[in-house]
């Protein structure tokens, strides 16, 4: 090869290093597979129309977090792009557990992906499809090391320019791509969207403020995806006797907030400490999000059945 000259492989090894260097087993169309096998069919309609739908969740020692409503969301993603589940969403649970066990990881990020499967490109909906499944697992810090302190995000805010159907957890995600690139470009962490001034959620997680001593969350409506944290964390505010309410709120209440919180699987409860540049209150993590962060460590760690400081 030319000095100086680089392929695609090795630049995808640079910007995909994790992907690029990941010898690890897959579960795909039935089998587990080596990931260097794993081949999706090219009139996948998920390749072709982004026609599918997808979970992520996490395995903490070896224990899938709140799998079951995962799964219950999965399920309901299916029936919202009207994709019967095919048989291998009944098992999901126990093939994840499985691919967990050979790929020797019990702390894992976990991707679930079903699509409509393979036909010749048309934008109606074949008459007998057979849904791929699609398995991936990523390996994750453990909590104990990602838990130490509260993370802090910077925001950005962008309009909501998605289809209105957000509460199905579907492929296409570009205008999450764009709005979290353009995040990036700002040097900050995460995009907050809203429609006209209304705040919908960020690009991969829910958002809660504290405003006025009040603790508030979007409604889960068909703009926002209702997340699994989201739904653990009004549980726990709740059970903590704290102040919730489901209202919408607009991006003035949200930079004048007291406290920005960001919810969702990856993130687990993040404080949002600056918008736009801006500080949000203090600048510093809040009470409440100091308290719903150590809250849901707590319960992931029971469910889970992590010792406390397990790492
Ligand atoms: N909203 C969007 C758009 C998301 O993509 C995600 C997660 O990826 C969430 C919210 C948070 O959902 P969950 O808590 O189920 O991970």
Redesign the pocket.
Known sequence: MVPGWWTWADHREEVVPVMGADRSMVYLDGRFVPRSEAKLDVEDRGVLFADGVY???RAYGGHLYRAEA?LA?LRQSLEGLRIAPPADVERLIGITLELLERNGRAEATVYWQVTRGVATRDRRMPAQPVPTVLVLTWPTAPLAVSEAELTCRSAILQPDRRWGR?WI?SLM?LD?VLAAQAAAAAAADEAIYHRDGTVT??????VFIVHGGRLITTPADEA???????ARVIDIAAAAGLDLEQRHFNTTELATAEEVML?????NVAAVTNLDGVAIGSGEPGPVARQLHTALLDDIRQECGLEPGWS
Request: aromatic share 0%.
């Open positions: 979970e992520v969740l995962h969301r957000c957890k995600l999450n959620e960020g690009t991969a997680a829910n926002i995806l209702a997340g699994i944290t989201r919810t969702g699987t990856t993130t």
